[in-house]
């Protein structure tokens, strides 16, 4: 009982968790509320400062982000239940399971600008940041549990003009300017309105007699920060409008890409399978005689079974290939054997090249390397002991980065949520793709919110890397982004269809694509370095 009443808020507590919370939850793509990102975390870091201030208990700000956890990403996120429970009837347990995890990382990070706060009264415009910015690396690189669905920076992928900082130090870059806007907002409310019978800790004790002299530095409080804010959003605007001036873009390739919107109700049937190659094969004909593409994408798990238990599949593949002079990037599922025992291999969700020939293994088939929790593969968790177990964590996972090469230039494939991993783009850039593709089935999602999520994540990849990238989506959004995260001709969600893109491609090898997170390194540094003072000075405090 004692730890559930320790997690029951105050009424302003509450007040504040909802309000952050609901501001969150509406500030991404496709809800038009991308100003909200700049206030939601305005209600927790105000609600954590106080607490720090006036000697409260760390628990106060440890509730603060469990409950905006509860109403920010509960919202967000409601999609995982209504997608999974395509696979498992325990979807609704891995919703359940998701936000409690997300609420153990929300308050462990609340709880450590709290820490900072009461250990070096610095300005939320420094803590803030610091603080959040490491729990975005944290889901980033957090083995079988990394998800890094909302990086503060996804909410302006859709306004390029606003965006084009990604390439500076990639989307926590971005994440650390709205953290840091955030947090200005918050120093100033604090200034306007401090906690009863406190005053500004920066103030000394003989101006505090003086009501003038309050008076002046609360003003000063409020409208410091405000003009920081401006300074900062014209920096980022006028940086993005130089970009978008003066980065020139280069013609690669024409690319193609089948949408045979195939529903997951029928790609689960294994009756169905069989059927798949005869929609794609047509689409990819009537593709190939409109518009001539020099390579063709069909999407993740287009073909998804074994091809050595389809030869039908591989005869059409090879004649499609042959007859159009055209290869074709698919999703299939491959396996490898590593060893004589009958339970010695592994098998991946993969895309495979067939080349302008015909022929079939001339390179080595990608394996995704970032695996969906639980329905890919089980945390922590040997796969082998869910080989038998449908949609239940058998996947192995791949390990390699490395581009097709094709007469026009290297391809580097991002399978489905691969797209939400900066680090996976960034390794390809550097191993000299000259474009990207993102071969995925967002089936599953449904009508929701998530297709549009999932989709704006790869405008981010697309300006971090300054390479342009093609999607072949089984059911959409397929589309082409280029180099400057504007997207064109994307074909609707859950409608047939073909298009081709004409690639281009730049020359710029960005900051982000050279020295990689270095924004993000910094707040971690920081937020680990305050932790480690404080965990210093609390030994010393308690010697005799």
Same mark, same amino acid.
């Given at each position: 009982?004692?730890?559930?009443?320790?997690?029951?808020?105050?009424?302003?507590?509450?007040?504040?968790?909802?309000?952050?919370?609901?501001?969150?939850?509406?500030?991404?793509?496709?809800?038009?509320?991308?100003?909200?990102?700049?206030?939601?975390?305005?209600?927790?870091?105000?609600?954590?400062?106080?607490?720090?201030?006036?000697?409260?208990?760390?628990?106060?700000?440890?509730?603060?982000?469990?409950?905006?956890?509860?109403?920010?990403?509960?919202?967000?996120?409601?999609?995982?239940?209504?997608?999974?429970?395509?696979?498992?009837?325990?979807?609704?347990?891995?919703?359940?399971?998701?936000?409690?995890?997300?609420?153990?990382?929300?308050?462990?990070?609340?709880?450590?600008?709290?820490?900072?706060?009461?250990?070096?009264?610095?300005?939320?415009?420094?803590?803030?940041?610091?603080?959040?910015?490491?729990?975005?690396?944290?889901?980033?690189?957090?083995?079988?549990?990394?998800?890094?669905?909302?990086?503060?920076?996804?909410?302006?992928?859709?306004?390029?003009?606003?965006?084009?900082?990604?390439?500076?130090?990639?989307?926590?870059?971005?994440?650390?300017?709205?953290?840091?806007?955030?947090?200005?907002?918050?120093?100033?409310?604090?200034?306007?309105?401090?906690?009863?019978?406190?005053?500004?800790?920066?103030?000394?004790?003989?101006?505090?007699?003086?009501?003038?002299?309050?008076?002046?530095?609360?003003?000063?409080?409020?409208?410091?920060?405000?003009?920081? %804010? =401006?300074? #900062? /959003? $014209?920096?980022? *605007?006028?940086?993005? @409008?130089?970009?978008?001036?003066?980065?020139? &873009?280069? +013609?690669?390739?024409?690319?193609?890409?089948?949408?045979?919107?195939?529903?997951?109700?029928?790609?689960?049937?294994?009756?169905?399978?069989?059927?798949? %190659? =005869?929609? #794609? /094969? $047509?689409?990819? *004909?009537?593709?190939? @005689?409109?518009?001539?593409?020099?390579?063709? &994408?069909? +999407?993740?798990?287009?073909?998804?079974?074994?091809?050595?238990?389809?030869?039908?599949?591989?005869?059409?593949?090879?004649?499609?290939?042959?007859?159009?002079?055209?290869?074709?990037?698919?999703?299939?599922?491959?396996?490898?054997?590593?060893?004589?025992?009958?339970?010695?291999?592994?098998?991946?969700?993969?895309?495979?090249?067939?080349?302008?020939?015909?022929?079939?293994?001339?390179?080595?088939?990608?394996?995704?390397?970032?695996?969906?929790?639980?329905?890919?593969?089980?945390?922590?968790?040997?796969?082998?002991?869910?080989?038998?177990?449908?949609?239940?964590?058998?996947?192995?996972?791949?390990?390699?980065?490395?581009?097709?090469?094709?007469?026009?230039?290297?391809?580097?494939?991002?399978?489905?949520?691969?797209?939400?991993?900066?680090?996976?783009?960034?390794?390809?850039?550097?191993?000299?793709?000259?474009?990207?593709?993102?071969?995925?089935?967002?089936?599953?999602?449904?009508?929701?919110?998530?297709?549009?999520?999932?989709?704006?994540?790869?405008?981010?990849?697309?300006?971090?890397?300054?390479?342009?990238?093609?999607?072949?989506?089984?059911?959409?959004?397929?589309?082409?982004?280029?180099?400057?995260?504007?997207?064109?001709?994307?074909?609707?969600?859950?409608?047939?269809?073909?298009?081709?893109?004409?690639?281009?491609?730049?020359?710029?090898?960005?900051?982000?694509?050279?020295?990689?997170?270095?924004?993000?390194?910094?707040?971690?540094?920081?937020?680990?370095?305050?932790?480690?003072?404080?965990?210093?000075?609390?030994?010393?405090?308690?010697?005799?």
């Amino acid at each position: 009982m004692g730890f559930w009443r320790s997690l029951r808020p105050s009424g302003r507590e509450a007040a504040g968790a909802v309000a952050g919370g609901l501001a969150f939850a509406t500030a991404f793509p496709p809800i038009p509320g991308v100003l909200l990102i700049f206030v939601c975390l305005v209600p927790i870091a105000v609600g954590v400062a106080r607490a720090a201030d006036s000697g409260a208990p760390a628990r106060v700000a440890a509730r603060l982000g469990v409950w905006f956890t509860v109403v920010g990403f509960g919202l967000a996120l409601y999609w995982i239940a209504v997608a999974l429970s395509l696979f498992t009837p325990l979807a609704f347990l891995a919703y359940i399971g998701t936000i409690i995890g997300m609420s153990a990382l929300v308050a462990l990070t609340t709880t450590s600008l709290f820490v900072a706060r009461r250990l070096t009264r610095w300005p939320l415009a420094i803590l803030l940041p610091a603080a959040w910015v490491s729990l975005e690396i944290l889901l980033a690189y957090f083995s079988d549990l990394a998800f890094p669905w909302f990086p503060l920076g996804l909410a302006v992928a859709r306004h390029p003009a606003w965006a084009q900082a990604a390439d500076l130090s990639g989307v926590h870059g971005l994440s650390v300017w709205i953290a840091a806007t955030n947090g200005l907002l918050a120093d100033a409310w604090l200034a306007a309105k401090p906690s009863p019978g406190t005053a500004p800790a920066a103030a000394p004790a003989a101006a505090l007699a003086a009501a003038g002299w309050r008076q002046a530095i609360r003003r000063r409080g409020v409208i410091v920060p405000l003009v920081v %804010i =401006v300074l #900062l /959003a $014209a920096v980022v *605007r006028g940086y993005g @409008a130089w970009r978008l001036h003066t980065t020139v &873009l280069e +013609p690669l390739a024409r690319i193609g890409i089948v949408q045979p919107n195939i529903s997951e109700d029928e790609k689960m049937q294994r009756a169905m399978q069989g059927r798949f %190659i =005869v929609p #794609l /094969a $047509a689409l990819t *004909r009537q593709e190939e @005689a409109r518009d001539h593409p020099v390579l063709m &994408l069909w +999407p993740e798990t287009a073909l998804p079974d074994f091809l050595t238990h389809r030869p039908d599949w591989t005869d059409s593949l090879r004649s499609l290939a042959r007859d159009a002079s055209t290869p074709i990037l698919f999703g299939m599922l491959d396996y490898t054997i590593f060893g004589p025992g009958p339970d010695d291999w592994d098998y991946f969700n993969a895309a495979a090249l067939v080349d302008s020939t015909g022929r079939l293994g001339t390179q080595p088939a990608y394996h995704k390397k970032y695996l969906v929790p639980i329905v890919e593969r089980v945390p922590f968790l040997n796969p082998r002991w869910f080989s038998g177990v449908q949609y239940f964590g058998g996947f192995g996972r791949g390990t390699s980065a490395r581009p097709f090469n094709l007469p026009f230039g290297k391809v580097g494939v991002l399978i489905c949520y691969e797209s939400i991993f900066p680090q996976q783009s960034r390794a390809y850039r550097r191993n000299g793709a000259d474009v990207i593709v993102n071969l995925t089935n967002d089936a599953w999602f449904g009508q929701g919110t998530a297709p549009y999520q999932h989709e704006s994540h790869l405008r981010l990849r697309a300006i971090e890397t300054r390479v342009g990238i093609v999607r072949a989506a089984n059911t959409g959004i397929s589309e082409y982004i280029d180099p400057l995260g504007r997207s064109f001709g994307a074909l609707p969600l859950f409608v047939a269809g073909t298009a081709a893109y004409m690639a281009q491609t730049t020359t710029l090898r960005s900051p982000y694509v050279v020295i990689g997170d270095w924004a993000a390194i910094a707040c971690v540094a920081t937020t680990l370095v305050l932790m480690g003072l404080a965990f210093v000075r609390r030994r010393a405090a308690a010697r005799p």
